[in-house]
C-alpha cells in the first residue's frame, strides 16, 4: 500500500476503508428486512429534513399567529411545545405528521407496523431534544427512531 493509497482511506472515512478490503453493508434497511428501494424503503434524509421543515414552520406559524400575537421572542418556545403536541398526536394515531404526509413518509413500528401512542411520544420528545436525531446508525435511523423502536418509511 502506498502513501496515496493510505491517505486515500483516511479522508474517505472508515466505510469507505472497510468497503475497499472487501466488507458488505448492504443497503440502508437491509438489517431491518426492509426493500432498497420504493414503497415502505428507509426514508432518505432529505425528505426526512424537508418534512422536518415542513413541520416546523407550520408550527412556527401557528404560534406567532394564534399564541404570542406576533412577539417573536416567545415565539419558538412556542412553536416546540406545538411541533410536540402536533407530532406526538399525529404519528400516534395516523402515522405521519402534515410534513411527512406532503413529503411521502410515515413512522411505523418495527413490529406490529403501527405507532402506539406512547411509542410516539417517547419518540417525539427525543425528536424535541435535538441531539438524540442527529447520530444516526447505519441504516440512517436516528437515536430517537431506535429507542422507539420505529423507522421512517417512504409511503
Request: proline share 5%.
Amino acid at each position: 500500500m502506498d502513501n496515496r493509497q493510505a491517505m486515500g482511506s483516511w479522508l474517505s472515512g472508515p466505510r469507505a476503508a472497510m468497503e475497499e478490503s472487501g466488507a458488505d453493508f448492504g443497503y440502508r434497511g437491509e438489517q431491518l428486512g426492509l426493500p432498497e428501494d420504493g414503497p415502505n424503503s428507509i426514508a432518505r434524509p432529505g425528505r426526512r429534513l424537508g418534512a422536518l421543515a415542513v413541520d416546523w414552520g407550520l408550527c412556527v406559524l401557528i404560534a406567532y399567529g394564534l399564541i404570542t400575537d406576533g412577539y417573536s421572542p416567545a415565539t419558538s418556545n412556542w412553536a416546540l411545545l406545538v411541533f410536540f403536541v402536533m407530532s406526538a398526536l399525529t404519528v400516534g394515531t395516523v402515522g405521519f405528521t402534515p410534513g411527512k404526509r406532503l413529503f411521502g413518509l410515515r413512522v411505523v413500528a418495527l413490529e406490529t407496523g403501527t405507532v402506539s401512542p406512547l411509542r410516539s411520544l417517547l419518540r417525539t420528545l427525543l425528536l424535541c431534544l435535538a441531539i438524540p436525531a442527529l447520530i444516526w446508525d447505519r441504516d440512517g435511523r436516528g437515536l430517537h427512531d431506535r429507542f422507539a423502536r420505529t423507522v421512517e418509511v417512504r409511503i
